[in-house]
Protein backbone atom coordinates (compact mmCIF):
# COMPACT_ATOMS: atom_id res chain seq x y z
CA UNK A 1 0.00 0.00 0.00
CA UNK A 2 1.14 3.56 -0.47
CA UNK A 3 2.66 5.42 1.76
CA UNK A 4 1.05 8.69 2.78
CA UNK A 5 2.79 11.64 1.30
CA UNK A 6 3.96 14.43 3.42
CA UNK A 7 1.84 17.11 0.69
CA UNK A 8 -1.32 15.03 1.29
CA UNK A 9 -1.57 14.43 4.92
CA UNK A 10 -0.77 18.06 5.67
CA UNK A 11 -3.48 19.05 3.02
CA UNK A 12 -5.63 16.93 4.94
CA UNK A 13 -4.65 18.34 8.21
CA UNK A 14 -4.59 22.11 7.20
CA UNK A 15 -8.07 21.78 5.57
CA UNK A 16 -9.65 20.60 8.73
CA UNK A 17 -8.02 23.94 10.08
CA UNK A 18 -5.68 25.59 11.51
CA UNK A 19 -4.25 23.85 14.81
CA UNK A 20 -1.31 23.48 16.70
CA UNK A 21 1.50 21.16 15.00
CA UNK A 22 1.13 17.49 16.08
CA UNK A 23 3.54 14.70 15.04
CA UNK A 24 2.17 13.22 11.56
CA UNK A 25 2.35 9.48 13.20
CA UNK A 26 -0.21 10.62 15.96
CA UNK A 27 -2.96 11.32 13.13
CA UNK A 28 -5.22 8.42 12.64
CA UNK A 29 -7.30 9.00 9.37
CA UNK A 30 -10.89 7.46 9.41
CA UNK A 31 -13.32 7.21 6.87
CA UNK A 32 -16.86 6.73 7.41
CA UNK A 33 -20.30 6.75 5.51
CA UNK A 34 -22.64 9.36 5.92
CA UNK A 35 -22.06 12.88 6.33
CA UNK A 36 -22.46 13.63 10.17
CA UNK A 37 -26.08 15.66 10.66
CA UNK A 38 -25.63 16.40 14.32
CA UNK A 39 -22.97 15.84 16.72
CA UNK A 40 -26.09 16.37 19.39
CA UNK A 41 -25.90 12.92 21.50
CA UNK A 42 -29.44 12.34 21.38
CA UNK A 43 -29.70 13.13 17.88
CA UNK A 44 -26.99 10.53 16.17
CA UNK A 45 -28.45 8.49 13.08
CA UNK A 46 -26.28 7.68 10.56
CA UNK A 47 -23.28 5.36 11.67
CA UNK A 48 -20.30 8.19 11.20
CA UNK A 49 -22.16 10.42 13.75
CA UNK A 50 -22.48 7.38 16.33
CA UNK A 51 -18.24 7.12 15.48
CA UNK A 52 -17.56 10.38 16.33
CA UNK A 53 -19.62 10.35 19.21
CA UNK A 54 -18.22 8.24 21.02
CA UNK A 55 -14.64 9.45 20.42
CA UNK A 56 -16.42 12.60 22.20
CA UNK A 57 -18.20 11.31 24.98
CA UNK A 58 -18.02 8.89 27.78
CA UNK A 59 -20.91 7.38 29.62
CA UNK A 60 -21.45 6.20 32.85
CA UNK A 61 -19.90 2.85 30.99
CA UNK A 62 -17.70 2.33 27.85
CA UNK A 63 -16.60 0.03 25.52
CA UNK A 64 -13.42 -1.57 25.66
CA UNK A 65 -11.01 -2.56 22.68
CA UNK A 66 -12.91 -6.17 22.10
CA UNK A 67 -17.03 -4.20 22.23
CA UNK A 68 -17.00 -5.10 25.87
CA UNK A 69 -18.89 -3.01 28.49
CA UNK A 70 -16.56 -1.66 30.83
CA UNK A 71 -16.54 1.06 33.08
CA UNK A 72 -16.41 5.20 32.02
CA UNK A 73 -16.92 8.20 33.90
CA UNK A 74 -18.78 5.83 37.29
CA UNK A 75 -15.87 3.78 38.42
CA UNK A 76 -18.24 1.28 40.05
CA UNK A 77 -22.70 0.59 40.39
CA UNK A 78 -24.71 -1.67 42.22
CA UNK A 79 -27.80 -3.15 41.44
CA UNK A 80 -30.95 -3.63 43.95
CA UNK A 81 -32.28 -6.80 44.94
CA UNK A 82 -35.15 -6.36 42.23
CA UNK A 83 -33.20 -4.91 39.54
CA UNK A 84 -35.10 -1.78 39.54
CA UNK A 85 -32.32 0.61 40.72
CA UNK A 86 -28.68 1.20 39.95
CA UNK A 87 -26.72 3.17 41.60
CA UNK A 88 -23.65 4.76 39.82
CA UNK A 89 -20.33 6.07 41.68
CA UNK A 90 -18.47 8.64 38.94
CA UNK A 91 -14.67 8.64 39.37
CA UNK A 92 -12.55 11.80 41.80
CA UNK A 93 -12.08 14.69 39.53
CA UNK A 94 -13.69 14.68 36.20
CA UNK A 95 -13.54 17.37 34.01
CA UNK A 96 -15.22 18.78 30.77
CA UNK A 97 -12.71 19.45 28.32
CA UNK A 98 -12.98 23.19 29.19
CA UNK A 99 -11.93 22.56 32.37
CA UNK A 100 -15.21 22.27 34.23
CA UNK A 101 -16.05 20.18 37.05
CA UNK A 102 -18.34 16.76 35.63
CA UNK A 103 -20.94 16.04 38.42
CA UNK A 104 -23.63 13.51 38.75
CA UNK A 105 -26.05 16.55 37.66
CA UNK A 106 -24.75 16.58 33.87
CA UNK A 107 -25.84 13.20 34.14
CA UNK A 108 -29.28 14.07 35.41
CA UNK A 109 -29.79 17.28 33.67
CA UNK A 110 -28.89 15.76 30.50
CA UNK A 111 -31.44 12.84 30.52
CA UNK A 112 -33.97 15.93 31.62
CA UNK A 113 -33.47 17.76 28.95
CA UNK A 114 -33.35 15.45 25.96
CA UNK A 115 -37.16 14.03 27.49
CA UNK A 116 -38.35 17.39 27.17
CA UNK A 117 -40.79 17.20 24.26
CA UNK A 118 -39.33 20.76 23.52
CA UNK A 119 -36.16 19.24 22.58
CA UNK A 120 -37.53 16.52 20.44
CA UNK A 121 -34.74 14.29 21.05
CA UNK A 122 -34.92 11.81 17.95
CA UNK A 123 -33.83 9.37 20.72
CA UNK A 124 -35.68 9.96 23.93
CA UNK A 125 -37.65 6.72 23.95
CA UNK A 126 -34.03 4.83 24.97
CA UNK A 127 -34.41 6.79 28.18
CA UNK A 128 -37.89 4.87 28.64
CA UNK A 129 -36.38 2.52 30.85
CA UNK A 130 -36.60 4.97 33.63
CA UNK A 131 -39.28 5.29 35.86
CA UNK A 132 -41.38 8.50 34.91
CA UNK A 133 -39.37 8.94 31.37
CA UNK A 134 -42.49 8.35 29.11
CA UNK A 135 -44.58 10.68 31.27
CA UNK A 136 -41.82 13.33 31.40
CA UNK A 137 -41.84 12.80 27.16
CA UNK A 138 -45.57 13.14 26.78
CA UNK A 139 -45.70 16.48 28.72
CA UNK A 140 -47.43 14.97 31.42
CA UNK A 141 -45.00 15.21 33.88
CA UNK A 142 -41.98 17.91 34.50
CA UNK A 143 -38.46 16.65 34.14
CA UNK A 144 -37.96 16.92 37.81
CA UNK A 145 -39.74 14.39 38.58
CA UNK A 146 -37.67 11.84 36.56
CA UNK A 147 -36.96 9.09 38.85
CA UNK A 148 -32.95 9.86 38.19
CA UNK A 149 -31.18 11.54 41.36
CA UNK A 150 -27.67 13.24 42.25
CA UNK A 151 -27.75 12.84 45.84
CA UNK A 152 -24.15 14.78 45.76
CA UNK A 153 -21.35 15.32 42.90
CA UNK A 154 -20.29 11.68 42.94
CA UNK A 155 -23.22 9.77 42.97
CA UNK A 156 -26.32 8.95 40.50
CA UNK A 157 -29.43 6.70 41.79
CA UNK A 158 -31.21 5.76 38.56
CA UNK A 159 -34.62 4.00 39.67
CA UNK A 160 -36.33 1.78 36.62
CA UNK A 161 -39.79 0.67 35.09
CA UNK A 162 -38.93 -2.51 34.47
CA UNK A 163 -35.87 -4.63 35.42
CA UNK A 164 -33.35 -4.17 33.15
CA UNK A 165 -30.43 -6.49 33.10
CA UNK A 166 -28.58 -4.54 29.93
CA UNK A 167 -28.52 -1.44 31.71
CA UNK A 168 -25.19 -0.88 31.94
CA UNK A 169 -24.85 -1.42 27.90
CA UNK A 170 -27.10 1.00 27.21
CA UNK A 171 -25.37 3.74 29.15
CA UNK A 172 -22.28 3.05 27.30
CA UNK A 173 -24.06 4.17 24.15
CA UNK A 174 -25.34 7.64 23.61
CA UNK A 175 -28.18 7.34 25.97
CA UNK A 176 -25.70 7.50 28.93
CA UNK A 177 -23.79 10.67 27.27
CA UNK A 178 -23.86 13.61 30.22
CA UNK A 179 -24.19 17.20 28.20
CA UNK A 180 -22.34 20.55 29.20
CA UNK A 181 -25.42 21.50 30.39
CA UNK A 182 -23.26 25.29 31.00
CA UNK A 183 -22.50 25.17 28.02
CA UNK A 184 -25.74 24.49 26.36
CA UNK A 185 -27.81 26.79 28.38
CA UNK A 186 -25.11 30.25 27.07
CA UNK A 187 -24.91 28.87 23.24
CA UNK A 188 -28.32 27.11 22.71
CA UNK A 189 -28.40 25.32 19.23
CA UNK A 190 -24.73 26.23 18.29
CA UNK A 191 -23.27 24.31 20.90
CA UNK A 192 -22.27 21.62 19.06
CA UNK A 193 -19.97 23.79 16.59
CA UNK A 194 -16.53 23.38 16.57
CA UNK A 195 -14.66 25.75 18.69
CA UNK A 196 -17.87 25.15 21.19
CA UNK A 197 -18.51 21.61 21.82
CA UNK A 198 -17.58 20.63 25.24
CA UNK A 199 -17.61 16.89 25.64
CA UNK A 200 -15.41 14.25 28.32
CA UNK A 201 -14.34 11.89 25.85
CA UNK A 202 -11.00 10.70 25.21
CA UNK A 203 -10.97 13.39 22.13
CA UNK A 204 -12.32 16.81 21.84
CA UNK A 205 -13.30 17.96 18.52
CA UNK A 206 -11.17 21.32 17.44
CA UNK A 207 -11.93 22.21 13.51
CA UNK A 208 -14.50 20.90 11.02
CA UNK A 209 -15.39 21.39 7.64
CA UNK A 210 -18.81 21.94 6.17
CA UNK A 211 -19.44 18.53 4.42
CA UNK A 212 -15.95 17.93 5.08
CA UNK A 213 -13.01 16.70 7.18
CA UNK A 214 -13.85 16.65 11.78
CA UNK A 215 -10.49 17.06 13.29
CA UNK A 216 -10.62 15.95 16.71
CA UNK A 217 -7.42 15.98 19.18
CA UNK A 218 -6.57 14.08 22.35
CA UNK A 219 -8.28 15.27 25.37
CA UNK A 220 -6.08 16.03 27.99
CA UNK A 221 -8.59 16.01 30.64
CA UNK A 222 -9.70 13.04 29.90
CA UNK A 223 -9.40 10.61 33.44
CA UNK A 224 -7.57 7.61 31.15
CA UNK A 225 -5.85 10.67 28.22
CA UNK A 226 -2.75 9.17 29.78
CA UNK A 227 -3.17 5.80 27.89
CA UNK A 228 -4.82 7.70 24.62
CA UNK A 229 -1.49 6.96 21.83
CA UNK A 230 -3.43 9.01 19.56
CA UNK A 231 -2.49 12.81 19.35
CA UNK A 232 -5.43 13.00 16.96
CA UNK A 233 -8.39 11.65 14.51
CA UNK A 234 -9.32 13.08 11.43
CA UNK A 235 -12.62 11.56 10.11
CA UNK A 236 -13.27 11.91 6.43
CA UNK A 237 -17.06 11.20 6.03
CA UNK A 238 -18.34 10.33 2.82
CA UNK A 239 -22.01 8.99 1.08
CA UNK A 240 -19.62 7.07 -1.92
CA UNK A 241 -18.20 3.93 -0.42
CA UNK A 242 -16.54 3.20 -3.18
CA UNK A 243 -14.72 6.71 -3.24
CA UNK A 244 -13.91 5.75 0.56
CA UNK A 245 -12.16 1.99 -0.52
CA UNK A 246 -10.23 3.78 -3.63
CA UNK A 247 -9.06 6.14 -0.94
CA UNK A 248 -7.73 3.34 1.14
CA UNK A 249 -6.14 1.94 -1.35
CA UNK A 250 -4.41 4.89 -2.29
CA UNK A 251 -2.87 5.44 1.32
CA UNK A 252 -4.86 8.24 1.99
CA UNK A 253 -6.81 6.61 5.35
CA UNK A 254 -5.89 4.67 7.69
CA UNK A 255 -9.31 2.72 8.57
CA UNK A 256 -12.87 2.78 6.62
CA UNK A 257 -15.49 1.59 9.03
CA UNK A 258 -19.20 0.55 8.33
CA UNK A 259 -20.07 -0.50 5.66
CA UNK A 260 -16.53 -0.90 4.85
CA UNK A 261 -16.80 -1.98 1.10
CA UNK A 262 -19.49 -3.16 -1.59
CA UNK A 263 -20.13 -7.25 -0.59
CA UNK A 264 -18.67 -8.00 -4.35
CA UNK A 265 -15.72 -6.57 -3.77
CA UNK A 266 -14.37 -8.24 -1.11
CA UNK A 267 -12.28 -10.92 -2.91
CA UNK A 268 -11.15 -8.50 -4.97
CA UNK A 269 -9.59 -6.78 -2.12
CA UNK A 270 -7.93 -9.61 -0.60
CA UNK A 271 -6.07 -9.88 -3.48
CA UNK A 272 -5.52 -6.53 -3.57
CA UNK A 273 -4.34 -5.38 -0.22
CA UNK A 274 -1.90 -7.03 2.19
CA UNK A 275 -2.92 -9.84 4.10
CA UNK A 276 -5.02 -8.68 7.44
CA UNK A 277 -6.28 -5.65 5.91
CA UNK A 278 -9.44 -6.62 4.68
CA UNK A 279 -11.69 -7.96 8.13
CA UNK A 280 -14.62 -9.41 8.06
CA UNK A 281 -16.45 -10.68 10.80
CA UNK A 282 -19.93 -11.39 12.32
CA UNK A 283 -22.45 -8.83 13.10
CA UNK A 284 -25.06 -8.64 15.57
CA UNK A 285 -27.18 -6.60 12.60
CA UNK A 286 -29.88 -6.77 10.79
CA UNK A 287 -31.20 -5.34 6.91
CA UNK A 288 -34.88 -5.22 6.42
CA UNK A 289 -37.15 -3.18 3.63
CA UNK A 290 -39.58 -0.71 5.97
CA UNK A 291 -43.19 -0.17 4.26
CA UNK A 292 -44.96 3.10 5.27
CA UNK A 293 -48.20 1.93 6.67
CA UNK A 294 -49.76 5.38 5.55
CA UNK A 295 -49.68 4.88 1.82
CA UNK A 296 -51.81 2.01 -0.42
CA UNK A 297 -51.39 -0.68 -0.79
CA UNK A 298 -49.12 -1.41 2.06
CA UNK A 299 -51.49 -0.44 4.44
CA UNK A 300 -53.08 -4.03 3.76
CA UNK A 301 -51.33 -6.43 6.11
CA UNK A 302 -51.69 -9.08 3.24
CA UNK A 303 -49.88 -7.39 0.65
CA UNK A 304 -47.22 -6.63 3.18
CA UNK A 305 -46.86 -10.67 4.09
CA UNK A 306 -47.03 -11.77 0.71
CA UNK A 307 -44.23 -9.37 -0.61
CA UNK A 308 -42.47 -10.90 2.07
CA UNK A 309 -43.06 -13.87 1.27
CA UNK A 310 -41.91 -13.16 -2.28
CA UNK A 311 -38.01 -12.66 -1.22
CA UNK A 312 -35.75 -15.58 -2.01
CA UNK A 313 -33.38 -14.60 0.79
CA UNK A 314 -31.45 -17.75 0.23
CA UNK A 315 -30.74 -16.34 -3.46
CA UNK A 316 -30.09 -12.87 -1.66
CA UNK A 317 -26.74 -14.03 0.34
CA UNK A 318 -25.65 -17.05 -2.28
CA UNK A 319 -25.32 -15.02 -5.01
CA UNK A 320 -25.92 -10.59 -3.96
CA UNK A 321 -24.26 -10.74 -0.67
CA UNK A 322 -21.61 -13.81 -0.72
CA UNK A 323 -19.76 -12.24 2.14
CA UNK A 324 -20.75 -14.24 5.02
CA UNK A 325 -23.95 -12.95 5.29
CA UNK A 326 -26.73 -15.15 6.15
CA UNK A 327 -30.54 -15.28 5.28
CA UNK A 328 -32.99 -13.45 8.46
CA UNK A 329 -36.69 -13.85 8.54
CA UNK A 330 -36.53 -11.97 11.92
CA UNK A 331 -35.89 -8.70 13.21
CA UNK A 332 -33.31 -9.41 15.63
CA UNK A 333 -30.16 -11.64 14.61
CA UNK A 334 -30.00 -15.42 15.63
CA UNK A 335 -28.96 -16.13 18.92
CA UNK A 336 -30.97 -13.18 20.56
CA UNK A 337 -33.94 -14.41 22.16
CA UNK A 338 -36.04 -17.27 21.19
CA UNK A 339 -36.51 -18.20 17.16
CA UNK A 340 -39.88 -19.16 16.95
CA UNK A 341 -40.29 -19.61 13.31
CA UNK A 342 -42.18 -18.59 10.59
CA UNK A 343 -44.09 -19.47 7.90
CA UNK A 344 -42.51 -17.73 5.63
CA UNK A 345 -40.10 -20.27 4.85
CA UNK A 346 -42.52 -22.67 4.38
CA UNK A 347 -42.72 -24.62 0.43
CA UNK A 348 -39.95 -23.74 -2.68
CA UNK A 349 -39.17 -20.32 -3.44
CA UNK A 350 -41.35 -20.56 -6.62
CA UNK A 351 -44.17 -21.61 -4.51
CA UNK A 352 -43.63 -19.05 -2.54
CA UNK A 353 -43.47 -16.89 -5.23
CA UNK A 354 -46.66 -18.33 -6.89
CA UNK A 355 -48.62 -17.89 -3.21
CA UNK A 356 -47.73 -13.90 -3.09
CA UNK A 357 -48.83 -13.27 -6.88
CA UNK A 358 -52.06 -15.34 -5.87
CA UNK A 359 -52.23 -12.98 -2.77
CA UNK A 360 -51.16 -9.31 -4.47
CA UNK A 361 -53.93 -9.96 -7.24
CA UNK A 362 -56.57 -11.04 -4.64
CA UNK A 363 -55.73 -7.69 -2.70
CA UNK A 364 -56.03 -5.66 -5.52
CA UNK A 365 -52.68 -4.43 -4.74
CA UNK A 366 -51.39 -3.10 -8.50
CA UNK A 367 -54.83 -1.35 -8.99
CA UNK A 368 -54.47 0.56 -5.80
CA UNK A 369 -51.08 1.76 -6.09
CA UNK A 370 -51.87 2.88 -9.57
CA UNK A 371 -47.84 2.98 -10.41
CA UNK A 372 -44.55 1.07 -9.91
CA UNK A 373 -43.94 0.84 -5.76
CA UNK A 374 -40.49 2.80 -5.09
CA UNK A 375 -37.70 1.14 -3.29
CA UNK A 376 -35.43 3.73 -1.78
CA UNK A 377 -31.72 2.21 -1.07
CA UNK A 378 -29.03 4.52 0.68
CA UNK A 379 -26.41 5.32 -2.33
CA UNK A 380 -23.66 2.61 -1.85
CA UNK A 381 -24.94 0.88 0.35
CA UNK A 382 -27.17 -2.10 -0.43
CA UNK A 383 -28.38 -1.11 -3.97
CA UNK A 384 -27.95 -4.87 -5.90
CA UNK A 385 -29.66 -6.22 -2.19
CA UNK A 386 -32.75 -3.85 -3.57
CA UNK A 387 -31.91 -4.36 -7.19
CA UNK A 388 -32.78 -7.68 -6.60
CA UNK A 389 -35.89 -7.46 -4.31
CA UNK A 390 -37.36 -5.19 -6.39
CA UNK A 391 -37.02 -7.68 -9.55
CA UNK A 392 -38.57 -10.65 -7.44
CA UNK A 393 -41.53 -7.91 -6.30
CA UNK A 394 -41.87 -7.13 -10.19
CA UNK A 395 -42.60 -10.70 -10.74
CA UNK A 396 -44.64 -11.81 -7.94
CA UNK A 397 -47.05 -8.61 -9.99
CA UNK A 398 -46.13 -5.36 -8.56
CA UNK A 399 -43.71 -3.44 -10.27
CA UNK A 400 -41.35 -2.15 -8.33
CA UNK A 401 -38.35 0.47 -9.24
CA UNK A 402 -35.18 1.80 -7.04
CA UNK A 403 -34.10 4.95 -6.20
CA UNK A 404 -30.88 6.16 -4.84
CA UNK A 405 -30.29 8.74 -1.89
CA UNK A 406 -27.92 10.10 -0.21
CA UNK A 407 -27.80 8.46 3.63
CA UNK A 408 -28.62 12.02 5.00
CA UNK A 409 -31.12 12.78 2.85
CA UNK A 410 -32.81 9.22 3.39
CA UNK A 411 -32.64 9.59 7.10
CA UNK A 412 -34.71 12.99 6.54
CA UNK A 413 -37.25 11.69 3.98
CA UNK A 414 -37.98 8.38 6.35
CA UNK A 415 -39.17 11.17 9.56
CA UNK A 416 -41.17 12.84 7.20
CA UNK A 417 -42.96 9.68 5.93
CA UNK A 418 -41.75 10.63 2.13
CA UNK A 419 -41.40 7.34 1.55
CA UNK A 420 -43.06 3.95 0.00
CA UNK A 421 -40.15 1.24 1.27
CA UNK A 422 -36.82 1.79 2.20
CA UNK A 423 -34.21 0.14 3.13
CA UNK A 424 -33.03 0.38 6.95
CA UNK A 425 -32.05 -1.83 9.81
CA UNK A 426 -30.93 -2.65 13.25
CA UNK A 427 -27.91 -3.26 15.19
CA UNK A 428 -28.28 -3.04 18.69
CA UNK A 429 -26.41 -4.79 21.73
CA UNK A 430 -27.81 -8.82 21.84
CA UNK A 431 -30.66 -7.46 23.77
CA UNK A 432 -34.39 -8.70 22.13
CA UNK A 433 -36.50 -5.73 23.60
CA UNK A 434 -34.29 -2.93 22.24
CA UNK A 435 -35.08 -4.80 18.75
CA UNK A 436 -38.40 -4.81 19.66
CA UNK A 437 -38.81 -1.39 21.12
CA UNK A 438 -37.89 0.41 17.77
CA UNK A 439 -41.42 -0.70 16.71
CA UNK A 440 -42.69 1.20 18.93
CA UNK A 441 -45.50 4.33 18.06
CA UNK A 442 -43.94 7.23 18.45
CA UNK A 443 -39.98 5.67 18.37
CA UNK A 444 -37.77 7.69 15.98
CA UNK A 445 -37.00 4.49 14.39
CA UNK A 446 -40.91 3.60 13.47
CA UNK A 447 -40.44 5.77 10.14
CA UNK A 448 -43.15 3.24 9.01
CA UNK A 449 -45.83 4.40 11.48
CA UNK A 450 -46.29 1.23 12.40
CA UNK A 451 -48.94 0.60 15.26
CA UNK A 452 -49.25 -2.34 16.82
CA UNK A 453 -51.81 -2.47 20.00
CA UNK A 454 -51.30 -6.15 20.87
CA UNK A 455 -48.25 -6.08 20.50
CA UNK A 456 -46.99 -3.06 22.88
CA UNK A 457 -49.23 -5.20 24.99
CA UNK A 458 -47.00 -7.86 24.84
CA UNK A 459 -43.80 -6.04 25.14
CA UNK A 460 -45.05 -4.44 28.17
CA UNK A 461 -46.06 -7.42 29.92
CA UNK A 462 -42.84 -8.93 29.21
CA UNK A 463 -40.67 -5.74 30.33
CA UNK A 464 -42.21 -5.87 33.35
CA UNK A 465 -41.14 -10.11 34.00
CA UNK A 466 -38.41 -10.42 36.54
CA UNK A 467 -37.98 -13.48 35.98
CA UNK A 468 -35.12 -14.07 32.49
CA UNK A 469 -37.05 -17.39 31.20
CA UNK A 470 -40.74 -15.84 31.71
CA UNK A 471 -39.14 -12.45 30.50
CA UNK A 472 -37.57 -13.94 27.25
CA UNK A 473 -40.48 -15.85 26.56
CA UNK A 474 -42.90 -12.98 26.45
CA UNK A 475 -40.67 -11.04 24.34
CA UNK A 476 -40.71 -14.14 22.19
CA UNK A 477 -44.30 -13.97 21.75
CA UNK A 478 -44.00 -9.97 20.99
CA UNK A 479 -41.94 -10.39 18.13
CA UNK A 480 -44.24 -13.08 17.25
CA UNK A 481 -47.22 -10.59 16.79
CA UNK A 482 -45.00 -7.93 15.49
CA UNK A 483 -43.52 -10.36 12.43
CA UNK A 484 -47.88 -11.50 12.19
CA UNK A 485 -48.39 -7.61 11.28
CA UNK A 486 -45.31 -7.62 8.73
CA UNK A 487 -44.04 -3.68 9.12
CA UNK A 488 -40.64 -4.72 7.41
CA UNK A 489 -39.53 -7.37 5.39
CA UNK A 490 -36.61 -9.11 6.97
CA UNK A 491 -33.48 -9.61 4.68
CA UNK A 492 -30.01 -10.67 6.29
CA UNK A 493 -28.11 -10.69 8.48
CA UNK A 494 -24.87 -8.63 8.17
CA UNK A 495 -21.24 -8.86 8.46
CA UNK A 496 -18.92 -6.64 9.56
CA UNK A 497 -16.76 -5.51 6.78
CA UNK A 498 -13.86 -2.57 7.27
CA UNK A 499 -10.36 -1.91 5.84
CA UNK A 500 -7.80 -1.41 8.30
CA UNK A 501 -4.31 -0.22 7.77
CA UNK A 502 -1.49 -2.65 8.72
CA UNK A 503 0.00 0.44 10.48
CA UNK A 504 -2.77 0.70 13.31
CA UNK A 505 -2.78 -1.66 16.10
CA UNK A 506 -4.98 -2.25 19.03
CA UNK A 507 -8.13 -2.98 16.64
CA UNK A 508 -10.42 -6.08 17.43
CA UNK A 509 -13.15 -7.20 15.73
CA UNK A 510 -15.94 -7.76 17.54
CA UNK A 511 -19.85 -8.68 17.04
CA UNK A 512 -20.91 -4.65 17.90
CA UNK A 513 -18.27 -3.44 15.98
CA UNK A 514 -17.09 -0.70 17.87
CA UNK A 515 -13.69 0.90 18.13
CA UNK A 516 -12.98 3.67 20.26
CA UNK A 517 -10.24 5.41 18.73
CA UNK A 518 -8.85 5.53 21.94
CA UNK A 519 -7.88 2.23 22.13
CA UNK A 520 -5.96 2.53 18.68
CA UNK A 521 -2.28 3.61 18.02
CA UNK A 522 -0.09 3.51 14.97
CA UNK A 523 2.61 1.30 14.43
CA UNK A 524 5.37 2.71 16.59
CA UNK A 525 8.24 1.39 13.47
CA UNK A 526 6.48 4.50 11.73
CA UNK A 527 6.35 7.03 14.12
CA UNK A 528 9.89 8.65 13.04
CA UNK A 529 9.01 8.53 9.82
CA UNK A 530 6.97 12.26 9.29
CA UNK A 531 7.14 11.84 5.40
CA UNK A 532 4.48 9.06 5.77
Known amino acids: MQRIGRTLLVGLLAAAAPVCHVAVAGVLLRGAFGEPGSLEPRQSGVASEQAILRDLFEGLTTFNADGR ?5 AESWTVSADGLRYTFRLRPGLQWSDGTPLTAADFVRGWQRSLTPATAAAR ?4 YVIRGAAEVHAGHWP ?3 LAAHAPDPRTIVVELAHPSPSLPRLFAGEEGFPLPMHAISRLGRDWTRAGNLVSNGAFRLVARQARGALRLERNARHHAAASVRLDAVVYLPSDDVVMLVNRFRAGELHVVGWPGFPPNRQQALRRELPPGTVRVSPLGSVRYLRFNLTRAPLDDVRVRAALSQAVDRERLVRSVTPGGELASLRVAPRGVGIDLGTSLADGTPELRLARARATLQAAGARARLGRPLRLRVP ?3 GEELCLAVAAMWTAAGLPTTTFRSEIGSLIADLRRGDFDVA ?4 QEPPVLDYYLERFRAGSSYNTGRYFGREFESLLDRALRLADPAAREAALAAAEARLSA ?12 RNLVDARVEGWMDNPEDVHLSRHLRLRSADADRPGM
Open 69 to 73: VIPGA
Open 124 to 127: AMRL
Open 143 to 145: AEW
Open 379 to 381: TGN
Open 423 to 426: LTGA
Open 485 to 496: DHPVVPLIQEVA
